[in-house]
């Protein structure tokens, strides 16, 4: 990876698998893993889109696994772990990435709505964890994909918010309950990422500048900077860390907007100095 601070090997033997790994940011997390050595199975509900994944990250050298499923499916959860450890002869790493996403103001989304994104993103979550934990005792780890809309109020965004909110709240019990069981569960929330199809979806082109000026950083952030907090949580450098969420998203966040102009700001400075 163009720089990373991670060796090569950091994740050798490893196996992860990872939900929603066809495509965005979840791709990148693959893909940062299998560039540290770590085994890759990659579930989703398009095979085809799957497939050509694999095929590009196998041109990374990176040992990729495809397998269809849907999150919602508690048959087909068990189904994806199953091929994966037949497939690779373990797992390691489980990775909720998985999740649906559009723009709705609440009034106008329906309960079937609503449903749908909850049952993609919390209840796929659940169903994932729920299978996997068996196989994860003694040295495993469960990475779930948040978001930071939760954190306020996010406008249209009511129906994620409940379902990231959830995530969060099964990253904590989770690490908690099954800490003694040499099961780490953590968390990534991106902030906005660029090149993304989450990213085309809510937010148009019109706006995009926008959204820039309101990170601190005044720049979006990348998969790879993503990829790189999932290495490093999946790595024996966060060995001792459980139970935490870690946000990714240039501080934005826990940010506002300033009520006055920097400009005026200085003005007044300057006039008080004088006095």
């Not at 950083?217 to 060995?239: C, P, Q, T, Y």
């Not at 240039?250 to 400009?263: F, L, V």
Request: charged content about 15%.
């Amino acid at each position: 990876m163009s720089h990373s601070p991670f060796q090569a090997d950091t994740l050798k033997n490893q196996v992860a698998l990872i939900t929603g790994g066809g495509s965005g940011i979840c791709l990148g997390v693959v893909r940062s893993l299998g560039l540290h050595g770590a085994k890759v199975a990659i579930m989703g509900r398009n095979l085809e889109k799957l497939q050509q994944a694999c095929s590009e990250l196998e041109q990374q050298n990176i040992d990729c696994y495809a397998v269809q499923g849907d999150v919602r499916d508690p048959e087909l959860c068990q189904n994806a772990i199953d091929q994966t450890i037949k497939h690779f002869g373990g797992l390691n790493i489980l990775v909720n990435g998985a999740a649906g996403n559009f723009l709705c103001a609440p009034e106008d989304l329906s309960p079937n709505g609503f449903k749908t994104v909850i049952d993609i993103d919390l209840c796929g979550t659940f169903n994932m964890c729920h299978f996997a934990y068996p196989h994860l005792k003694g040295q495993g780890l469960i990475l779930n994909i948040s978001a930071t809309l939760h954190y306020t109020g996010t406008p249209f965004q009511l129906h994620v918010s409940a379902a990231k909110a959830g995530i969060d709240a099964l990253t904590l019990n989770l690490a908690t309950e099954w800490g003694a069981d040499g099961i780490r569960v953590c968390g990534i929330a991106p902030g906005p990422i660029g090149d993304t199809e989450g990213m085309k979806r809510l937010a148009p082109p019109q706006i995009l500048e926008q959204v820039k000026e309101s990170v601190p950083l005044k720049r979006f952030g990348s998969v790879e900077d993503i990829g790189i907090a999932a290495v490093f949580l999946a790595s024996s450098a966060a060995h001792y860390i459980t139970g935490e969420t870690l946000v990714v998203d240039g501080g934005q966040w826990a940010s506002k907007p300033a009520m006055i102009p920097k400009e005026l700001v200085k003005q007044m400075s300057q006039a008080n100095r004088k006095k």
